[in-house]
């Protein structure tokens, strides 16, 4: 059973770009929330996604917007990057059947902003 | 607003002594409070939960308390390893559906050989 998967690993964008990372769920998993993850400091949570609509949303601007597909997947777009978005990018799937809806996160995606 | 304070950035342990962890927050009510791992580079690993009716959670080596009166929970590794080192997340996990998750910045916890 493959667990949470990400892609890219790492990724080096200039100021200015628009980047797509993407995250495969843990199978069994309906729900899908990024985390953005800058060096010495705790995930801060972007959005969640469940049942293809954004549920959540944490305190990011418009620029972070996402996306789930029917197969639960998902990906977020980050446009006109800036160097401060130079960060781990987490994805983490989790299921609404869950009462405790424990997440489980992927490896990952590095970016660098230049 | 919403606070949550991990003790100390880094923490240095000997090998074989219990290391304590401490995770305080204010202005929330946590349905649940969760413990993670995190390696560098790596994404964090779920290692326990603990609800706010539960006084104390084990696994294995690993114990958790939750103090919802002191608005405190303990994480604790007996008998620490090197291999133990890494950072240790805590997490408030949401009371309603809509809650956020929020994470602690983290304690980088070295276990001395």
């Known amino acids: 059973d493959a667990g949470v998967t990400q892609s890219p690993t790492h990724l080096i964008k200039t100021r200015g770009q628009q980047v797509t990372l993407r995250c495969s769920p843990k199978?069994?998993?309906?729900?899908v929330s990024w985390y953005q993850q800058a060096l010495g400091q705790g995930p801060q949570f972007i959005f969640q996604?469940?049942?293809?609509?954004?549920?959540q949303r944490g305190n990011f601007p418009d620029r972070f917007s996402g996306h789930q597909f029917p197969n639960y997947s998902s990906e977020l777009n980050v446009n006109a990057l800036l160097l401060g978005d130079s960060a781990l990018y987490l994805c983490?799937?989790?299921?609404?059947?869950?009462?405790?809806?424990?997440?489980?996160f992927g490896p990952g995606t590095r970016l660098l902003v230049l | 607003s919403q606070k949550i304070e991990q003790n100390s950035e880094a923490l240095n342990i000997q090998e074989g002594k219990t290391a304590t962890l401490t995770c305080n927050y204010t202005?929330?009510?946590?349905?649940?409070l969760q413990w993670y791992r995190q390696d560098p580079g790596r994404g964090p690993v779920f290692l326990l939960l603990?609800?706010?009716?539960?006084k104390e959670k084990r696994k294995e080596r690993l114990k958790v308390t939750f103090d919802t009166t002191l608005k405190q929970s303990l994480f604790h590794i007996t008998a620490s390893q090197p291999a133990d080192s890494a950072t240790y997340l805590c997490a408030l996990d949401k009371r309603y559906r809509d809650d956020k998750i929020i994470f602690g910045k983290g304690t980088r916890l070295h276990i001395l050989p």
């Open positions: 603990i609800r706010e009716n539960e």
């Open positions: 199978s069994g998993h309906d729900t």
């Open positions: 996604y469940y049942e293809e609509e954004e549920r």
């Open positions: 983490a799937s989790s299921s609404r059947a869950e009462i405790q809806e424990t997440q489980y």
């Open positions: 202005n929330y009510s946590p349905a649940y």
